[in-house]
């Protein structure tokens, strides 16, 4: 939700792949970075796969909760939040909250979970991001799924033990889509799927008190004033941007 370059004009997609799968580093970060798109396109009949990369285990101010209830909450607001989003597929690494590192062990697990679902399209938090602050978990989810799309999924000689032992496929997923980005390239119009992004958001509801709404206004006043702001021009009521990649052939 950054304030994003307004120029050149953003190419608007309307079209929907056939799988998609979300890459995230903590329990609600998916709901904010691709949520419209995510519940346009299940309406739509895209089958859709969430990777929770920690167990958002630091993620309160409220000292009265032990990590061990945080991360058994946010477990299960974010298996509601999917149900609700409709997602098919949740898969949860279970990294400590703070604790990603750009390891062959946390490679090697998005490898195998983007070989053992097979997306079309890949959603992650932008790794490049410096216009703003960003926090260390983004940017190592952003990188490792970065290299686990190009190449090591698609190579068969990277995690070849994977292949060898463990009957999997190599894949090329054919897109990468940041959100958090500087410099978004695409639009997508999610006026009709906003509802359905805010109400599987406020699942989450150990993180209200952490999401700094001005005075006045709730979680899904301001995102729709933000996708309003995004969708400006372009015909639409609420738009979300992206950084999209296309792989090469
Ligand atoms: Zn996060």
Not at 162 to 179: C, F
Not at 198 to 207: K, P, S
Not at 222 to 232: F, G, I, Q, V
């Amino acid at each position: 939700m950054a304030h994003v370059a307004r120029t050149p004009k953003l190419s608007l997609v309307t079209d929907v792949p056939d799988k998609v799968m979300v890459i995230f580093a903590h329990p609600d970060d998916a709901e904010i970075g691709s949520g419209g798109v995510v519940a346009k396109w299940v309406a739509a009949g895209c089958e859709v796969t969430y990777v929770l990369c920690t167990n958002g285990g630091a993620g309160t101010a409220d000292r009265s909760l032990t990590p061990e209830q945080l991360v058994r909450r946010r477990a299960d607001e974010q298996r509601a939040a999917a149900d609700f989003m409709g997602v098919k597929h949740v898969v949860m690494l279970g990294y400590p909250d703070g604790g990603l590192e750009d390891t062959r062990e946390f490679l090697g697990d998005v490898v195998r979970v983007i070989r053992t679902y097979r997306p079309h399209t890949v959603f992650v938090h932008d790794p490049y991001r410096i216009k703003g602050f960003q926090h260390r978990d983004h940017r190592k989810a952003g990188l490792v799924t970065t290299d686990a799309v190009y190449p090591f999924a698609r190579d068969h000689l990277h995690f070849a033990e994977q292949i060898a032992r463990d009957g999997l496929e190599p894949h090329r997923a054919r897109e990468l889509w940041y959100w958090g980005m500087d410099e978004p390239n695409v639009i997508v119009d999610v006026t009709d799927s906003i509802e359905r992004q805010i109400a599987a958001l406020i699942r989450h509801e150990t993180q209200m008190p952490g999401f700094n709404v001005p005075a006045g206004e709730t979680i899904g006043q301001r995102l729709k004033r933000h996708a309003a702001e995004l969708a400006k021009g372009y015909g639409f009521r609420y738009g979300a941007v992206f950084r999209r990649l296309i792989a090469r052939r």
